[in-house]
């Protein structure tokens, strides 16, 4: 779900678009499944989902790179400026 990488972490996601909010709901299938509210059209949802970590995580949206799953519900991305105790830490109440 989340891994150490150089100079920050990296998550493993499972995105449900179309929610009532945003929220991290918790492991699903050894990902981080995380509601997003925008609809998976037009990369709204993509970047609805940059939005959320940018605020979860405090750090610059700039800092987060979707790496794989651009149209998919499973999704990696790496997160500059950010270690894995503290990337834990903002998850764990979900999970």
Do not use: C, W, Y
């Not at 779900?1 to 909010?21: A, D, N, T, Y």
């Not at 059209?41 to 940059?50: H, P, Q, R, S, Y």
């Not at 405090?58 to 105790?85: A, F, H, M, Q, Y």
């Amino acid at each position: 779900m989340i891994e150490e990488i150089k100079g920050g972490v990296r998550l493993h996601l499972f995105i449900q678009p179309k929610s009532s909010k945003n929220q991290i709901v918790g492991p699903h299938n050894g990902l981080l499944k995380i509601k997003i509210a925008a609809p998976p059209v037009d990369g709204e949802a993509n970047a609805e989902l940059i939005e959320f970590l940018s605020k979860l995580f405090k750090v610059p949206k700039r800092s987060i790179t979707l790496v794989k799953g651009d149209t998919g519900r499973t999704k990696t991305v790496d997160i500059d400026g950010i270690n894995l105790e503290n990337a834990q830490k903002l998850t764990s109440p979900a999970l």
